[in-house]
């Protein structure tokens, strides 16, 4: 026994020791020094719903646009702004005035086909027109649109036409408005000899007939135009394209476009005045509105001051009634509010139900339902305990 | 107050720190306890030695006494030093038996009477041999948890009026009381764990070789009747 307990006490004190040796105190939980750290509870709206304001002012507790500058001129205006009219629109900002030179559209001698074109766009018949028209101009201008059609004819015709130079430039002089223009264009077309020929011929008759002032600033395109005649299916082509152009471009007058734009200048939207120095905010309100719990009470204290409750109705207790309503801008109702009551009996829900919808009757038009947050009880639910006005 | 939590934060919770400042009550505790381990293991082994030794004489004094050998002759070779176990009986109930010859007795019944409760004595001591102090290691299994008890509720008391002296319930200054006082059911389920394992295991042998011994005295005690009968019988016939 003796050695066993002996035995025993060595085991024990190896077992001690290697405890003591192996488990000694464990390292200690360093944790670092962090401050406190601060938690809100932030309801989405606070992020959602925003505020007029200024974007670029520096943030403060109540958001208010950029001050306005000018006296108040609209009554009960709501929106903020330095308008003239109150307007619901965000303000843009004031752009500069960029330095556009709008030049007046060239007008067009084509103006005076759209007349022509109302019967035909077709070329031929648009030339055939212009022969009768200028019926009084003799054989050269016959000859001139003979050439397109027929061109074994032309070439005998018009050589001894363009040889004939010097005989236009004494035709012109006779004619006042065209000298000007002749030459230019004589020199740039290649083929010398048809030139000459049509435009003194062509333009004549055309002049007399219309306006002449016109003709001289627009001439060198139809001269153009002429040129080309000496080569008959280009010349058609032509002649196609630029009628259709005049038909889109019928009206356009610039002038009458300055006077169609409107000149309100359109930096503020409202009418409203404000002399709240700007904080941070949007450029309109967002949906920041939201009905109090005081003038969600007033109102519900309005239907209930209307509601005359019959007591002793059976079943009445645990009746909940929840009405859903439109209202328009005035606080009146838009439509049939939508009464439904739940729980308690049924003839209680009946009656309360009817007399509710009494009491929100008689109580209209709402009062005391702030305009600007009008977004928020365009539709309103209201929710009654008839029991407690028992 | 500061003060204080200083020092408690400065406290060892080492091993041998916890138990350096453990109360008075709790130190006693727990020195009790860990010499409750060490008497337990010592036991422990005690037995499993002794049991061991025991089986190994159980089989070969069987071994022996079932060889054919003459009882004589082994009883001669046994009686001459101290026996334990199956041999002790043996030997009792030969002791017995040559008495009762030399003094040259009549009655076979007595003889019979004589022997097995010479051989029941002897049986009796042997396993009470055997279940000796397993009883110290069932009061050990069973009370140790609750002495280890004690000291922590101690300890925690102890630790609990620190705090309201202290008036702070900072858990530097909590801790180290608590974790001292938890040391003492520590220790104490650390002394009972083997206690109660070894108490199973040794009663249960001791029980086995308490049965063995008994069936060993049982078949003697045949055996021993059986030659009574046949020493008796050719002097009755004779007479």
Redesign the interface.
């Given at each position: 026994m003796r050695s066993s307990v002996i035995t025993s006490t060595i085991l024990h004190c190896v077992v001690l020791a290697w405890a003591i040796l192996s488990i000694s105190a464990p390292a200690s939980f360093e944790v670092a020094d962090v401050e406190a750290l601060p938690v809100d509870i932030v309801p989405v709206e606070e992020l959602t719903q925003t505020q007029q304001g200024a974007e670029k002012a520096e943030k403060k507790d109540v958001s208010a646009p950029i001050p306005t500058t000018r006296p108040q001129t609209v009554d009960n205006a709501q929106n903020i702004g330095d308008n003239d009219v109150d307007l619901k629109s965000a303000p843009t900002p004031i752009t500069k005035p960029t330095n556009v030179e709008q030049a007046a559209a060239p007008e067009k001698v084509e103006k005076v086909q759209p007349k022509q074109d109302n019967e035909t766009n077709d070329v031929k018949d648009v030339q055939q027109e212009q022969e009768v028209a200028a019926s009084e101009p003799p054989p050269p201008q016959e000859v001139a649109k003979a050439e397109p059609v027929v061109k074994p004819e032309p070439k005998p015709e018009v050589t001894p036409e363009a040889k004939p130079e010097p005989e236009p430039a004494p035709e012109k002089p006779a004619e006042e408005a065209l000298p000007t223009n002749v030459p230019v264009p004589e020199f740039k077309p290649k083929q010398a000899e048809a030139k000459p020929e049509t435009k003194p011929v062509e333009k004549p008759p055309e002049k007399k007939a219309e306006e002449k002032p016109v003709d001289k600033k627009v001439e060198p395109t139809k001269t153009a135009s002429i040129k080309s005649d000496s080569k008959s299916k280009d010349d058609k082509k032509k002649q196609e394209t630029a009628k259709s152009k005049s038909s889109k471009e019928s009206d356009f007058n610039a002038d009458d476009i300055s006077a169609l734009l409107n000149k309100t200048d359109a930096k503020s939207s409202g009418a409203k005045r404000s002399t709240q120095t700007a904080s941070l905010g949007t450029k309109k309100s967002n949906g920041g509105s939201k009905l109090s719990q005081s003038e969600m009470d007033a109102l519900r204290g309005q239907i209930e001051n209307n509601w005359s409750i019959v007591s002793g109705i059976d079943g009445a207790q645990g009746v909940t009634i929840k009405v859903t309503m439109r209202l328009d801008e005035n606080g009146d109702i838009i439509g049939d509010p939508e009464v439904i009551a739940s729980g308690g009996s049924d003839a209680a829900r009946r009656t309360l139900e009817g007399s509710a919808l009494r009491a929100i009757m008689k109580s209209r038009p709402f009062k005391g339902l702030p305009r600007d947050k009008y977004d928020a009880w365009s539709e309103v639910v209201v929710n009654f305990d008839p029991s407690q006005l028992l | 107050m500061e003060q204080v939590a200083l020092e408690a934060a400065t406290h060892?919770?080492?091993?041998?720190?916890l138990f350096m400042q453990a109360g008075f009550v709790v130190k006693l505790v727990m020195i009790g306890l860990?010499g409750a381990?060490?008497?337990?293991?010592?036991?422990?082994?005690?037995k499993y030695?002794n049991f061991g030794r025991a089986r190994r004489q159980f089989d070969q004094f069987e071994q022996v006494f079932w060889s054919g050998q003459s009882l004589e002759e082994l009883y001669r070779t046994l009686s001459e030093r101290q026996n334990h176990g199956l041999a002790a009986i043996f030997v009792s109930a030969m002791r017995e038996w040559k008495k009762s010859f030399e003094r040259g007795a009549r009655s076979p019944i007595g003889l019979q009477m004589r022997i097995d409760r010479a051989m029941d004595v002897t049986l009796a001591r042997e396993s009470e041999h055997l279940i000796a102090r397993l009883s110290s290691l069932a009061t050990i299994g069973s009370a140790g948890p609750f002495v280890g008890l004690f000291g922590t509720v101690i300890g925690i008391m102890t630790s609990f009026q620190a705090i309201a002296g202290s008036k702070s319930t900072n858990l530097a200054v909590v801790a180290p009381g608590i974790a001292e006082a938890l040391l003492a059911t520590a220790i104490g389920l650390v002394a009972a764990i083997p206690a109660v394992i070894a108490y199973n295991k040794f009663s249960g042998d001791a029980g086995k070789l308490t049965a063995r011994m008994e069936g060993f005295a049982d078949e003697f005690s045949a055996i021993l009747s059986r030659q009574i009968d046949e020493k008796l019988q050719p002097r009755a016939a004779a007479q």
């Open positions: - | 060892d919770v080492s091993l041998l720190g860990l381990s060490v008497w337990t293991w010592a036991i422990a082994i005690d030695v």
